[in-house]
Nanobody, 124 residues
Framework: QVQLVESGGGLVQAGGSLRLSCAAS????????MGWFRQAPGKEREFVGG????????YYTASGKDRFTISRDNAKNTVYLQMNNLKPDDTAVYYC?????????????????WGQGTQVTVSS
């Protein structure tokens, strides 16, 4: 069993930056692929980007490409989402999720463990 805890959310003005962290419990973190998702009120959960178990491969959707960067520190059991040039449309609850296969996927149903989410609010 893996527990994931997100932190780093908050209120920021448009154009600002935030770095979200996702701390994982357990000894298998370095074998999991990790993904970041977000869900705005009234909308479905949306894939933002992900990173494979090694940290060597990252991938993003169009909404995050060029503004978001995902990284991980396996020694600290933590994955990060650096968000720059934030826009009001980025307002959502952000979730991290773990993929036991270690690879990559944009489908929420493929992920095995989820955090509780952290709120990001971008004001205009």
């Amino acid at each position: 069993q893996v527990q994931l805890v997100e932190s780093g959310g908050g209120l920021v003005q448009a154009g600002g930056s935030l770095r979200l962290s996702c701390a994982a419990s357990g000894r298998s973190f370095s074998t999991y692929g990790m993904g970041w998702f977000r869900q705005a009120p009234g909308k479905e959960r949306e894939f933002v980007g992900g990173i494979d178990y090694s940290g060597l491969s990252t991938y993003y959707t169009a909404s995050g490409k060029d503004r978001f960067t995902i990284s991980r520190d396996n020694a600290k059991n933590t994955v990060y989402l650096q968000m720059n040039n934030l826009k009001p449309d980025d307002t959502a609850v952000y979730y991290c999720a773990a993929l036991k296969t270690g690879g990559r996927s944009g489908a929420p149903t493929q992920y095995d463990y989820w955090g509780q989410g952290t709120q990001v609010t971008v004001s205009s």
